[in-house]
């Protein structure tokens, strides 16, 4: 019975195309460009308004912790499902494991910083502490960290690439 189950919902799912993904394209880095980038203007508009004492820059870093903490989640689950699509090779598998382990760790940790944030607002919108500063830029650094391995996957094990997709296929990897 679930065998003739799963294969009506096999049925129901587009095709794969050259790129391994049942879309044009692969959609988890498109989603996490926003991530990163709503997470490091805000430690940096933290800095800057910490240093100039101009307390408007912490609202709308605020509102980028916001925008980057709801992201992270859509971009995990598409992270996830590409992934799971990825077919990943030799030390692949070890850097695509760390991605999604730090990936998770800094959904939660978004959602803790952000919880804070709003937590410390209630009490005193224009100031910052120093305990948030050090949180934050251990933040930055974890999402440099995170771009580093995806670049990695991309750049040099080349995954969901015409290429690495065809020697996959043709059991070259």
Same mark, same amino acid.
């Given at each position: 019975m679930f065998?003739? &189950?799963? &294969?009506?919902?096999?049925?129901?799912?587009?095709?794969?195309?050259?790129?391994?993904?049942?879309w044009l394209d692969?959609? %988890?880095?498109?989603?996490? %460009?926003?991530?990163?980038?709503?997470? &490091?203007?805000?430690?940096?508009f933290d800095i800057?308004?910490?240093t100039t004492k101009r307390s @408007?820059?912490?609202e709308v870093s605020f509102l980028n912790l916001i925008v980057a903490t709801i992201a992270i989640f859509v971009a995990i689950v598409f992270g996830q499902i590409e992934a799971g699509l990825a077919n990943p090779y030799g030390s692949?598998?070890?850097?695509? @494991? =760390? %991605?999604?382990t730090i990936g998770w760790s800094l959904a939660a940790i978004l959602s803790v910083i952000t919880g804070w944030r709003y937590v410390s607002r209630q @009490?005193?919108?224009?100031?910052?502490?120093?305990?948030?500063l050090f949180v934050d830029i251990t933040l930055a650094f974890?999402?440099?960290?995170?771009? =580093?391995l995806g670049d990695k996957l991309v750049w040099i094990y080349g995954l %969901?690439?015409?290429?690495?997709?065809?020697?996959?296929?043709?059991?070259?990897?």
């Open positions: 065998r003739q &189950l799963g &294969l009506v919902v096999m049925t129901l799912l587009p095709a794969l195309n050259e790129k391994n993904l049942p692969v959609i %988890h880095p498109i989603i996490v %460009h926003f991530v990163i980038a709503m997470t &490091l203007i805000a430690v940096v800057i308004g910490i @408007n820059l912490f692949s598998r070890d850097v695509l @494991n =760390y %991605h999604s @009490n005193n919108p224009n100031k910052l502490s120093k305990g948030f974890l999402v440099c960290v995170q771009v =580093y %969901h690439t015409v290429p690495v997709v065809n020697a996959i296929r043709d059991g070259v990897l």
